[in-house]
């Protein structure tokens, strides 16, 4: 079966396809190369052996989204990862998002619903649930008003494709991801962001090597155990492993909706502090960071309640915090030798 990936060679897209090449789809990815590049393809078939095919293209062309279904109308399922993901850039430039993010998804859907039927698992996010009202957060918590246009764009792709699954031959998995960590344990692909880091990890991998000068903690006011902010941590390949399940099961007609929710993540909260001690521990060095005003956007805790992932799909997260920072530890040394 020929799955079209999205953003395939972006950190989770690449670890995705590594997993369903390894259970024997054949894939195909498309990426404008806007924040990765061309080196991750060696990477995935150094880990498979079997080189995916590849196009760059950049979906917000809505012809040229047409023309490519045209040339590939073998595509069974489709794994929508490409999109613009940082909260405070879209604080700061909210058309690029709005664009970005929701035109890619419309002209995707318009070419899925003239196929018999399709599979589409799309990239969501536990930004959805704004700052839930209770810990750990459960699919059918309250979707609050969006923190940022980021998080809103992920809140309205959930809509237009529940929307869209109503009246079309398209089934849908929504997949709220929480916090995606660490690499590849071969340490062939990673999170390497291009310029400076938006998320946690990769800034502290950095700083560790002497890329950067100190990491800045964003407020120690939050109402938690020591002030800074709570988030779920999952490993990118167990993240990975769970679009392959999801994918599975709308191609062998397991599910029971038009529409499934599901969150993944590792149910369990981590400060940034503990994230920063649990780096400390496995790099065997201090790291240097400073403690700043808290960030537009930014909400004080979220983590999953896993339930529902763990016992529909069958899927269940892996690895602990300190094992994903020393994937991503491992893989920062790589890329910098």
Not at 94 to 112: F, H, R, W
Request: hydrophobic content about 40%; glycine content about 8%.
């Amino acid at each position: 079966m020929k799955i079209l990936v999205t953003g395939g060679l972006g950190f989770i897209g690449s670890h995705t396809v590594v997993e369903l090449q390894n259970v024997g789809f054949e894939v195909i990815i498309v990426d404008n190369l806007s924040n990765t590049s061309l080196a991750v393809l060696d990477g995935i078939s150094n880990i498979t052996g079997k080189i995916p095919a590849f196009e760059k293209l950049d979906l917000r062309e809505k012809d040229k989204v047409q023309e490519f279904f045209k040339r590939h109308i073998d595509i069974t399922g489709v794994i929508h990862f490409a999109a613009s993901k940082a909260v405070g850039e879209s604080v700061d430039d909210p058309l690029l998002y709005y664009e970005n993010n929701i035109n890619t998804l419309v002209y995707i859907l318009q070419e899925l619903k003239q196929k018999p039927e399709s599979s589409l698992i799309f990239s969501s996010s536990c930004t959805v649930y704004g700052q839930a009202e209770k810990m750990p957060i459960t699919e059918d918590a309250s979707i609050q008003p969006a923190m940022s246009p980021y998080g809103n764009t992920k809140q309205i792709g959930e809509e237009i494709i529940t929307d869209v699954a109503k009246v079309t031959n398209i089934n849908a998995i929504l997949l709220r991801y929480f916090n995606p960590i660490g690499s590849h344990p071969s340490a062939e692909i990673g999170e390497l962001p291009i310029g400076i880091p938006q998320n946690l990890v990769p800034f502290i991998t950095q700083t560790g090597f002497g890329l950067r000068k100190e990491l800045s903690v964003y407020g120690d006011d939050y109402p938690t155990a020591d002030g800074t902010a709570v988030r779920d941590y999952i490993h990118v390949v167990d993240l990975a492993k769970a679009h392959v399940i999801a994918l599975q099961r709308l191609l062998n007609k397991k599910n029971v909706a038009k529409v499934e929710t599901y969150n993944l993540g590792t149910g369990t909260g981590s400060t940034v502090l503990e994230v920063i001690k649990a780096f400390e521990k496995v790099s065997g060095q201090k790291l240097p960071y400073k403690i700043v005003g808290r960030r537009e956007g930014d909400i004080t805790s979220a983590y999953a309640n896993t339930d529902k992932a763990n016992n529909t799909l069958g899927w269940k997260a892996q690895s602990s915090l300190e094992e994903s920072m020393a994937s991503a530890w491992k893989w920062e040394q790589k890329v910098r030798s």
